[in-house]
């Protein structure tokens, strides 16, 4: 099993919640004659302020270089587009415009809020992507070594709300309008995932039969390695964010997120707070130490991995069990001892040690 996390750490990069591994052993992939002519391809990046790893099969090593710039290439496409970072950006633009008439958007950004508005609808708010106040503010507090005071907390809040995210299509794409003054876009819970999703379209295109595309623990997993059945994809153990899960996921034609407080959070007079922030309350997300959603693309994987942090294990398993596609494993701490709570089919996608690499 060729493992690419020896890879990541070389290039210095440790944030990366899920670690990935070669395909899983023999079976209905390509065929042989296929495979012999395939060669494996792999390069990174550093886009969207983490790193990228795509690595392709194609039919020589220049292809596959091709194929992987220009993966990387829509990668960055969509940071330029949707990135609250850049000034320049879509998102900087819509943010500004705040309070004031609609926007006529591009493609990214209108195909990213068109998503996010769906899932904010099926998770009742846990999911919101103009949650960007409370997470300045959290930002901002923690740096000050204190969390916000209510009166911050409640005027944060007032400005946080998916309602008041209005998409109104038009010939082309579409307009988006903030209704009100002082609104934020975040799309740091969805961006990634979708992002993937349109560098695994761009290899779709070149021809590409198999490959995988991560961003931090965003990944698509297309196709399947020449002569297997599936890749594995190995989830990182939160205690010890430098091993992975004994028990990797095989995927095919999926897309897999991981979200968790074991690498980004804050310890404030002694309590632990979270990155992620419950945008229907304003505080931090509790007690969840990783979120592993699987899903048939990678923009759902990653907003779902966000939706159910904010919404706990149980909520998080039901969620799962009533939406068709998607599996969930969530690690959590109940009374200081960790917990972990599963869909049935997220057990079905699970290597077990005994079974064949």
């Known amino acids: 099993m060729v493992n690419e996390a020896s890879k990541i750490a070389r290039a210095g990069m440790h ?73 320049a950006s879509e998102v900087s633009r819509l943010n500004r415009s705040a309070g004031g008439p609609p ?115 965003d990944i698509f997993a297309l196709g399947a390695p020449p002569e297997r059945q599936a890749w594995l994809v190995g989830i990182r153990n939160p ?17 897999v997120s991981t979200s968790g407080d074991y690498e980004q959070f804050a310890t404030l007079g002694g309590k632990r707070y979270s990155h992620i922030v419950d945008p229907r309350t304003g505080r931090p997300v509790e007690h969840m130490t990783s979120v592993t959603v699987v899903a048939p693309d990678a923009t759902t994987a990653d907003a779902y991995a966000t939706a159910l942090s904010v919404l706990g294990p149980e909520a998080a398993v039901a969620f799962a069990e009533n939406h068709p596609g998607i599996e969930v494993m969530v690690i959590y701490d109940r009374d200081g001892k960790p917990q972990v709570a599963q869909s049935r089919g997220f057990r079905r996608l699970q290597v077990t040690p005994d079974e064949p690499h």
């Open 15 to 87: 944030a990366l919640p899920v670690l990935v591994a070669a395909g899983l052993a023999a079976g209905a992939g390509l065929a042989a004659g296929a495979a012999e002519r395939l060669v494996r391809v792999s390069d990174g990046a550093t886009p969207m302020g983490t790193y990228a790893m795509v690595t392709v099969y194609a039919p020589d090593e220049a292809a596959g270089r091709e194929a992987i710039a220009a993966a990387l290439a829509a990668i960055d496409e969509v940071e330029a587009a949707t990135s609250h970072y850049r000034d």
């Open 103 to 217: 926007m006529q958007v591009g493609q990214h950004v209108w195909a990213v809020l068109c998503r996010a508005a769906e899932v904010s609808k099926e998770t009742d708010g846990a999911f919101d992507v103009t949650v960007g106040p409370l997470i300045a503010l959290w930002k901002r507090t923690w740096k000050k070594g204190q969390p916000p005071t209510e009166a911050e907390a409640a005027a944060a809040r007032e400005l946080v709300g998916y309602r008041n995210l209005r998409l109104i299509p038009d010939k082309t794409l579409g307009s988006v309008q903030l209704l009100k003054a002082g609104m934020q876009l975040d799309l740091g819970g969805i961006g990634k995932g979708y992002a993937s999703d349109q560098a695994i379209a761009t290899l779709r295109k070149r021809g590409i039969p198999a490959a995988l595309v991560a961003i931090a623990g």
């Open 239 to 255: 205690a010890q964010p430098d091993k992975i899960l004994p028990a990797p996921l095989r995927l095919r034609d999926q897309a």
